[in-house]
């Protein structure tokens, strides 16, 4: 079946570094890929995303390209900020039966140093 | 602010008790919710989707007599966990659909970390 492999963390840097989290798919056919956030005491959040191979999603300063290629969005951004702390999750769609259903990765958690 | 409210964040109790969660939809009638699980290091996986008015549709190995959902609202779906024991123990997430607009949009809970004794 389809699955979403992330980079494990916990990930730590200091403000201003450069970010990268991978993502890696393993999917029939050509899903809609996507990140999502999860800030402290709240809500995951959709980040990005994008639909067909080639795309770039881009939100906040993150960036992710779906490479067909090699199965991969990875996460990416130029310049951290402290306020970037959080959990992040990969995820594809998948349809089953005629419904959509999100997959996740193991999520990455992300935390920023000032 | 949150569209989606999950209560309680979190939850300890002993075994052999039953756990409910909620999860309601502030802004939006949700047609539609979704229940997630997520283990240590594990990926969040889809437990249920749940439908007013119509019963919950079960991920296969998602024991539907442990894990009740009701829907009985448009802004309301409840998960609980019965007879709850230590492998019960994990971090669950609903979501909810929102159906209005051009694009269908998902929100998220934040989440009830649940730990039985």
């Known amino acids: 079946g389809n699955s979403v492999t992330q980079m494990e963390g916990p990930v730590t840097l200091s403000e201003e570094a450069f970010l990268t989290i991978n993502c890696t798919y393993t999917?029939?056919?050509?899903?809609?890929l996507f990140w999502y956030v999860q800030y402290p005491g709240e809500g995951l959040q959709l980040l990005l995303k994008a639909t067909k191979a080639d795309d770039k999603g881009s939100n906040k300063g993150f960036e992710a390209t779906y490479r067909k290629e090699t199965t991969s969005f990875h996460l990416e951004k130029g310049s951290v900020q402290v306020s970037d702390s959080a959990v992040y999750f990969c995820a594809l769609i998948q349809i089953i039966q005629g419904a959509q259903k999100l997959v996740f990765g193991q999520g990455t958690r992300l935390t920023i140093n000032p | 602010g949150a569209v989606v409210s999950q209560h309680p964040s979190w939850v300890i109790c002993k075994s052999g008790t039953s756990v409910k969660i909620e999860c309601r939809s502030l802004?939006?009638?949700?047609?539609?919710m979704f229940w997630y699980r997520q283990f240590p290091k594990q990926s969040l996986m889809l437990m249920a989707t749940s439908n007013e008015g119509s019963k919950a549709t079960y991920e296969q190995g998602v024991e539907k007599d442990k894990f009740l959902i009701n829907h009985a609202s448009l802004t309301l779906s409840t998960l609980t966990v019965t007879s709850a024991h230590p492998e019960d123990s994990s971090f669950y997430i609903c979501?909810?659909?929102?159906?209005?607009?051009?694009?269908?949009?998902?929100?998220f809970g934040s989440g009830t970390q649940l730990s039985v004794l």
């Open positions: 979501s909810a659909r929102d159906p209005t607009g051009i694009n269908e949009k998902l929100f």
């Open positions: 999917a029939t056919g050509y899903p809609s």
């Open positions: 802004d939006f009638q949700a047609t539609t």
